[in-house]
């Protein structure tokens, strides 16, 4: 298993986009619309997952209080609100500064206590922060190093706990629809949001995930269908947006 890197995985010019965007976040008809389309599904996966792996009755009350989780490139807090109203004590992290107050007023405008932080998973990681679950959604094709990232994100975790983690697949067709649909037809996003060259297959990202520790137990696409104008699960169209679910040992490997 790897050490935990001491240097940052931050890619500034990624940083950039965001910070430009940042006052956007909780416009639904803005630049982060296709983020609030997404959403719904990208919960649905979330809330099921850490159910099952905790054992948590979704109709309670607080199903998750008791969790502490990390929500790292945490944006706006567009996951880390719904996690705190479902009983989580939930941490925010992101690199772009301009994002952490946004979230910061969003969240005291609707009541909820979130822990927002201007931070790198590799700062939580130096300072002995550890999570029950980590959500790790759209970020990885971002960062400099992806399998470091990864890495750094599994010594994170508690041993048991579970990270959730989304990104876009590398192929033709996620080029015409991530690159071209999205960014150049729909303008749903500015051009060069994404740079493809970063997206990460399917067996790739399950072949990080292992090497940095953890045991990949799932995977779902998450699929968008133009007629009807949403998003849904699939159990076999990863092409382009997909999700993972992987666990961290609870005896560590020696």
């Not at 994404?194 to 297959?201: E, G, L, M, Q």
């Not at 998450?222 to 992987?246: C, G, H, K, M």
Request: a negative charge; glycine letters at 8%; proline letters at 6%.
């Amino acid at each position: 298993m790897s050490a935990t890197p001491s240097v940052s995985s931050v890619n500034e010019t990624e940083i950039a986009k965001f910070e430009a965007m940042a006052a956007e976040w909780w416009d639904t008809e803005g630049k982060f619309k296709p983020l609030h389309m997404l959403n719904p599904t990208r919960l649905d996966y979330i809330v099921n997952q850490i159910s099952a792996e905790f054992g948590r009755d979704t109709k309670a009350e607080s199903p998750f209080a008791g969790l502490r989780l990390l929500d790292i490139g945490c944006g706006g807090g567009l996951l880390a609100e719904p996690m705190a109203r479902l009983g989580a004590e939930v941490v925010g992290a992101d690199a772009a500064s301009g994002n952490i107050p946004v979230a910061q007023i969003h969240a005291k405008q609707s009541g909820l206590e979130i822990d927002y932080r201007h931070a790198t998973a590799e700062a939580l990681a130096e300072d002995g922060e550890r999570f029950d679950v980590v959500l790790n959604m759209e970020v990885v094709e971002h960062v400099e190093d992806p399998q470091a990232f990864l890495t750094t994100c599994q010594s994170l975790l508690k041993p048991g706990g579970l990270m959730i983690c989304s990104t876009l697949n590398r192929n033709p067709k996620s080029y015409l629809m991530a690159i071209i649909g999205a960014e150049h037809v729909m303008r749903w996003l500015p051009k060069g949001t994404h740079d493809w060259n970063k997206f990460i297959t399917p067996d790739e990202l399950f072949s990080m995930l292992s090497e940095a520790g953890l045991e990949p137990v799932d995977r779902k696409g998450f699929q968008f269908n133009p007629l009807l104008w949403n998003w849904r699960i699939s159990e076999a169209d990863l092409s382009v947006n997909y999700v993972t679910a992987s666990v961290k040992p609870s005896v560590a490997e020696h």
